[in-house]
């Protein structure tokens, strides 16, 4: 399909900003607003919406912002644009991330189209997976998407290194569940039963009984011994491929930087079905995330760990209206 056929041709910024809110946060905080003037969209974090006792520096909101970023790219490049960023770091206004604008034409390529596709398709999973080997070729595929992004995908083959992260996301879940402040975090973006809302966490997502995988990834206790949420079986379920996206330095931009290699590894991952299973907890707790780093990481930072894998089952999710989340003449 060339630009003349686009049915999103006109719409502007308000493509762009629809495609965004569709990208992977904490927590489906969605931690960001957009401002538009014309054509350009400016990406702002959302420091209201941070968890502020999970991520106090701000680390994993940035990664969802990054991750609004590269979906704000791809929406450019399948409006068949070229993109013009331009990164916005502002000392008095720290929110500030980067302006998006759309430049001259240019088509969009196949792969870019198949991941545009993929926007609204990507679902996070929370569980195990169905067994088998992920389709020939993914692997190697996601690593040099994130590459592309100058951030490394490692993928972790050997069984003891998937116990030992395993073990580590136990420990780490148990002692932020020592911590009253962070259960009451969880638990603000964690739905009530029976009721809607159109951020945090949904009941179709979150296994009221956990799947049985081995080795056993840490879970969040979304459901809080309530009783709702999508009833687990006794199957064992496989644990799928485990990740890990790093980076050399560990400051803002690197930050930014993981989480648009993340949503490009994900929509690619998408196109297979393959969805994503994350286990931040032993990157919210610094002590365990610098034994990470050392021990696994060669040195390099830890930004994400996550479970590769097929869904026995996927849910529709929702997003913020557009208005909800824009300012400026959408």
Do not use: N
Request: net charge negative; aromatic share 6%; proline share 7%.
């Amino acid at each position: 399909m060339d630009r003349a056929d686009t049915p999103e041709r006109g719409k502007g910024a308000h493509v762009l900003v629809d495609a965004a809110v569709w990208a992977p946060s904490a927590h489906d905080t969605r931690p960001w607003w957009f401002d538009t003037e014309g054509e350009t969209v400016t990406l702002h974090a959302d420091t209201d919406r941070r968890l502020d006792v999970a991520d106090p520096q701000g680390r994993e909101m940035l990664i969802g912002c990054g991750a609004a970023l590269f979906t704000l790219r791809l929406a450019v490049r399948r409006l068949g644009r070229r993109l013009d960023v331009r990164m916005a770091p502002d000392p008095d206004r720290p929110g500030l991330i980067a302006d998006v604008t759309p430049g001259p034409p240019q088509p969009a390529t196949d792969e870019e189209r198949r991941m545009y596709d993929q926007i609204k398709r990507r679902r996070t999973h929370r569980g195990g997976f169905r067994a088998g080997a992920l389709p020939v070729g993914l692997l190697q595929a996601l690593r040099a998407h994130a590459c592309a992004e100058h951030v490394s995908l490692r993928i972790v083959a050997d069984p003891r290194v998937r116990i030992a992260l395993a073990a580590l996301s136990e420990a780490a879940e148990q002692v932020q569940q020592m911590d009253p402040a962070y259960v009451a975090e969880v638990a603000r973006w964690a739905p009530a039963p029976g009721g809607e809302r159109l951020d945090g966490v949904h009941e179709p997502g979150c296994p009221r009984d956990p799947d049985h995988i081995d080795p056993d990834f840490a879970g969040r206790d979304f459901a809080r011994g309530q009783g709702w949420g999508l009833v687990g079986g006794e199957r064992r379920e496989a644990t799928g491929v485990v990740v890990l996206l790093t980076t050399t330095g560990d400051g803002r931009a690197d930050w930014i930087r993981a989480g648009e290699a993340l949503q490009r590894v994900l929509l690619r991952a998408a196109e297979d079905d393959v969805s994503a299973a994350f286990h931040t907890q032993v990157l919210e707790v610094p002590e365990l995330r610098e034994f990470l780093r050392t021990r696994f990481c060669d040195g390099t930072y830890p930004q994400m760990i996550m479970r590769l894998g097929v869904a026995q089952e996927e849910f529709d999710g929702v997003r913020s209206p557009t208005a909800d989340v824009a300012d400026g003449d959408l």
